[in-house]
């Protein structure tokens, strides 16, 4: 059903179309990185349990869900200068209200106010939690999607 102008009626929700921006999986520079702090740097990087991250056997769990993922969807209420303003980060509010600040993954540009977003995450702990003031686990992003949205001349 679609009203006088063709659009679909506003009460009616339609399908969002989502771009992928960042995917782990393809991100083999930050894995390796990942992996030598946890393999290489005493007291520092993520614990590789229950498996080293980016691993065959890591992603195993990821995709069978004995490592749980997290999603979270939302809107983008802002894009800052984040940690000590040397890293871009955006925040990210959910229809019921929650909100949650976040580094950006992939092209920091991208990120930009109002678009919706859809993160998935995993909760990978570190080697030595609660040092430097970090909580037990990471929040390690798998994948990044953005809306799309087209636009229109006139």
């Known amino acids: ?3 006088v102008n063709g659009r679909p009626p506003a009460n009616r929700m339609r399908a969002m179309n989502w771009g992928r921006i960042y995917d782990l ?26 498996a080293l991250v980016g691993s065959e056997e890591w992603w195993s769990m990821v ?4 490592l749980a993922q997290h999603e979270l969807v939302g809107t983008i209420a802002q894009v800052y200068w984040g940690g000590t303003d ?18 950006t993954e992939g092209d920091p540009r ?14 990978q ?7 430097y003031g970090f909580e037990g686990s990471q929040r390690l992003v798998l994948s990044v999607d953005l809306e799309v949205r087209l636009l229109r001349a006139g």
């Open 86 to 103: 040397d890293q871009p980060a955006f925040q990210l509010t959910t229809a019921n209200g929650d909100s949650s600040r976040w580094f």
């Open 125 to 131: 702990p570190w080697k030595q939690p609660n040092r």
């Open 110 to 123: 991208r990120y930009l106010q109002g678009l919706k977003a859809r993160l998935r995450y995993v909760l």
């Open 63 to 66: 995709d069978d869900g004995r």
């Open 25 to 50: 999986r393809s991100d083999t520079s930050r894995v390796a990185q990942m992996q030598d702090a946890s393999q290489n740097k005493p007291g520092l990087g993520l614990s590789a349990k229950p």
């Open 1 to 3: 059903m679609r009203d």
